[in-house]
């Protein structure tokens, strides 16, 4: 992915509807948190970088004395202090870039959901790095949602017929940091899967909330979209679906080249 379309793509998360839609998708399993608490060192402060409407963030007051979450989206954060435990006195909303926001370290750990393939990874690598105390680690998590085979086929064909993105554009990131030098890896964990319940409204709602495929993206094509995605279960009759979720954690070091 270019760097012009990848900006083009990040003016989604400023938009309040899309912010609004993130409510719509599955959450992290309970086990993503409990690798999470595993993985602090003192002091228990944990820096949030691309923290969107606090999925991780809202789930960390457990075992941290202060999260400084930091998103570049007003509209992201506002929704995050609405959310449940959004308004934990630990947690210290931002609004800034990873790149350039003011921080307070040293951390005990920084945590990334599916933020860091945003960043500019020559500046937040080293940055991330300063701010960390020793032994302190990156640790990135991504969701992983399995579709059934009745309709996945059909469904990733919707989505790529109107996704000005390629799925692969996000590939192998961890791969490139170690090749640039910026980035130690130290382990990888995938959890086990949980079940989750939606209903196919609320589906189409999240893939709406994403970069590629909400309104901000789609324009005046984002109706087409999701008559398409309905219409599509419709066909078989489904009104309600059962996704099993996962999620993978990688962690390491990251370094100053």
Same mark, same amino acid.
């Given at each position: 992915m270019s760097v012009d379309q990848r900006r083009a793509l990040a003016l989604v998360w400023h938009d309040r509807e899309a912010a609004g839609l993130y409510r719509y998708r599955a959450p992290y399993p309970p086990a993503v948190f409990e690798a999470i608490r595993r993985l602090v060192v003192s002091p228990p402060i944990i820096l949030d970088a691309g923290?969107? @409407?606090? =999925?991780? @963030?809202?789930?960390? *007051?457990?075992? =941290?004395?202060?999260?400084? =979450?930091i998103d570049p989206s007003e509209a992201m954060i506002a929704e995050g202090k609405r959310l449940p435990g959004g308004d934990?006195?630990? !947690?210290?909303? !931002?609004?800034? @870039? =990873?790149? *350039? *926001? $003011?921080?307070? $370290?040293?951390?005990?750990?920084? @945590?990334?959901g599916k933020s860091l393939h945003w960043m500019d990874h020559g500046v937040v690598m080293p940055r991330f790095a300063d701010v960390l105390v020793p032994g302190g680690r990156l640790v990135v998590v991504d969701d992983d949602v399995a579709y059934p085979p009745l309709w996945k086929k059909d469904l990733i064909a919707? !989505?790529?017929?109107?996704? $000005?993105?390629?799925?692969?554009a996000f590939k192998d990131l961890f791969g490139?940091?170690?090749?640039?030098?910026?980035?130690?890896?130290h382990g990888f964990l995938k959890t086990t899967v949980v079940p989750f319940e939606q209903a196919v409204e609320d589906f189409i709602q999240a893939l709406q909330s994403t970069s590629s495929l909400s309104r901000v993206t789609l324009g005046e094509r984002t109706d087409a979209f999701a008559a398409d995605v309905r219409g599509l279960f419709a066909r078989l009759g489904i009104t309600h679906l059962s996704l099993p979720v996962a999620a993978a954690l990688v962690w390491g070091r990251p370094l100053r080249p």
């Open positions: 923290c969107g @409407t606090g =999925a991780l @963030t809202r789930h960390l *007051a457990g075992f =941290a004395s202060r999260i400084d =979450a934990d006195r630990r !947690i210290r909303w !931002i609004v800034g @870039t =990873a790149e *350039a *926001a $003011p921080l307070d $370290p040293p951390y005990g750990l920084i @945590t990334g919707i !989505i790529e017929r109107y996704s $000005p993105v390629n799925p692969s490139e940091l170690q090749r640039r030098g910026l980035f130690e890896r």
